[in-house]
């Protein structure tokens, strides 16, 4: 069954420092996001991304958070100058498109628990 | 992906019983809802969805009902095996916004043997 990966699993970095969260959708998925669950809350969604722009963003997805598609293949979330209130779990998401169904359902890849000291 | 330290709604059912697990949802202009199943550690896994046009849509073993009158959908699994332990969020995508998903706070599901 076709996996959205996600790396690294787990990420330490110091307040202040940029990180540089990975991910591969599935290979015909058109739409592509990121959210992120705070440990002990809800998933949240931060952004959505398809024809190489951004389609939709939340209130949390400010300045200091950005997307990326640099190739065919990869969607990277870029998080300039961590604090430590970023320190949650982050889900990348993609779908074949937006409507319903088993085909385009969201698939998420299994995480990366960024930790943020 | 755990929810440690949240208080979640729980449902104890016993191996072999049906669970049914309910959600309010908080728009009532949602056109389409999804439930997932998280397990400890990873992301939220894809079961069912519905649109809401219709008010029952069938899986394996997993029925989903909506209710648009009180803004409420429910998950019925179907003779619940231990595997089915995990925490079951449904969410919910608003008329108007073209992709993102609005999540509820999840209950957790316990299969005792």
């Known amino acids: 069954e076709p996996e959205v990966t996600q790396t690294p699993s787990h990420q330490v970095t110091q307040m202040g420092q940029e990180v540089i969260l990975r991910c591969v959708p599935i290979?015909?998925?058109?739409?592509f996001y990121w959210y992120r669950q705070i440990l002990g809350q809800k998933v949240e969604f931060l952004v959505s991304f398809y024809n190489n722009e951004i389609s939709e963003k939340s209130e949390i997805f400010d300045d200091q958070f950005s997307v990326e598609r640099p190739d065919g293949s990869n969607f990277t979330l870029k998080i300039r100058s961590t604090k430590l209130e970023d320190s949650a779990m982050y889900f990348c998401?993609?779908?074949?498109?937006?409507?319903?169904?088993?085909?385009?359902?969201?698939?998420f890849g299994s995480g990366t628990r960024l930790t943020v000291v | 992906g755990e929810s440690v330290g949240l208080h979640l709604p729980t449902l104890s059912v016993q191996e072999g019983d049906n669970s049914i697990i309910n959600c309010a949802y908080s728009?009532?202009?949602?056109?389409?809802f999804i439930w997932y199943k998280q397990e400890s550690g990873k992301g939220p896994q894809f079961i069912i969805d519905?649109?809401?046009?219709?008010d029952k849509r069938q899986g394996q073993r997993v029925t989903v009902l909506l209710n648009k009158t009180v803004k409420h959908l429910s998950l019925q699994i179907a003779a619940t095996q231990p595997g089915d332990s995990a925490v079951y969020f449904c969410?919910?995508?608003?008329?108007?916004?073209?992709?993102?998903?609005?999540f509820g706070t999840g209950t957790r599901l316990q299969v005792t043997l």
């Open positions: 969410a919910e995508k608003w008329t108007g916004t073209a992709s993102k998903l609005t």
């Open positions: 519905i649109r809401s046009n219709m």
């Open positions: 998401a993609s779908s074949e498109g937006v409507g319903w169904g088993a085909s385009y359902g969201y698939t």
């Open positions: 290979s015909n998925h058109l739409y």
């Open positions: 728009n009532s202009a949602s056109d389409y």
